[in-house]
T-cell receptor, first 117, second 114 residues
Framework: GAVVSQHPSWVICKSGTSVKIECRSL??????MFWYRQFPKQSLMLMAT?????????EQGVEKDKFLINHASLTLSTLTVTSAHPEDSSFYIC?????????????FGDGTRLSIL | SQQGEEDPQALSIQEGENATMNCSYK?????LQWYRQNSGRGLVHLIL?????REKHSGRLRVTLDTSKKSSSLLITASRAADTASYFC??????????????FGSGTRLQVQP
């Protein structure tokens, strides 16, 4: 079945560091990928929609300059948390939908746990 | 953004019992989906029910949808310890770009005691 690979799975770094998270669709193409943030024991909140070949669409309240998204190919989207601070510590999850399956389920990566010291 | 509500927030049952989780949403939908999340992991799709369907089965899972009440339920029969996880409902919503994004409910944390 369709697989989405997310890397790294765990990051611990100092405050002020920029962290890049990769999301790859391994056996399908995705013009759209989604980035979510999840705090402990809470639901997933959509941060932004990554569009291949164009600018990402950010949800209200999400800082574009803080969370840089690049979707350079049909199988790769990256999220860079710039100058990360402790309040950015969270679980970040990406998902992708197979081309031509508009009303079909999304496939999720296994998430990246980001801890900023 | 709109967000569905799920109840209960947490549920603890014994192995072999049935578990029922409910979800309510606010807008009209094309479909409603249920996902499972093991602790610290990504989401796994369980089942999708379309707006013109009222009930759907998949193995030990049974999903109902009542569009007039904007609610859905997920029933897991004969639960197992391995069913311990968080369960989320999700609805598709249109975005300004013409694409669609998922809006997740608040989730139910299910604990199945062996």
């Amino acid at each position: 079945g369709a697989v989405v690979s997310q890397h790294p799975s765990w990051v611990i770094c100092k405050s002020g560091t920029s962290v890049k998270i990769e999301c790859r669709s391994l056996d399908f193409q995705a013009t759209t990928m989604f980035w979510y943030r999840q705090f402990p024991k809470q639901s997933l909140m959509l941060m932004a929609t990554s569009n291949e070949g164009s600018k990402a669409t950010y949800e209200q309240g999400v800082e574009k300059d803080k969370f840089l998204i690049n979707h350079a190919s049909l199988t790769l989207s990256t999220l860079t948390v710039t100058s990360a601070h402790p309040e950015d510590s969270s679980f970040y999850i990406c998902s992708a939908r197979d081309l031509g399956t508009r009303h079909q389920p999304q496939h999720f990566g296994d998430g990246t746990r980001l801890s900023i010291l | 953004s709109q967000q569905g509500e799920e109840d209960p927030q947490a549920l603890s049952i014994q192995e072999g019992e049935n578990a029922t989780m409910n979800c309510s949403y606010k807008t009209s939908i094309n479909n409603l989906q249920w996902y499972r999340q093991n602790s610290g992991r990504g989401l796994v799709h369980l089942i999708l029910i379309r707006s013109n369907e009222r009930e759907k089965h998949s193995g030990r899972l049974r999903v109902t949808l009542d569009t007039s009440k904007k609610s859905s339920s997920l029933l897991i029969t004969a639960s197992r310890a391995a069913d311990t996880a968080s369960y989320f409902c999700a609805t598709d919503r249109p975005m300004d770009t013409g694409r669609r994004a998922l809006t997740f409910g608040s989730g139910t944390r299910l604990q199945v005691q062996p």
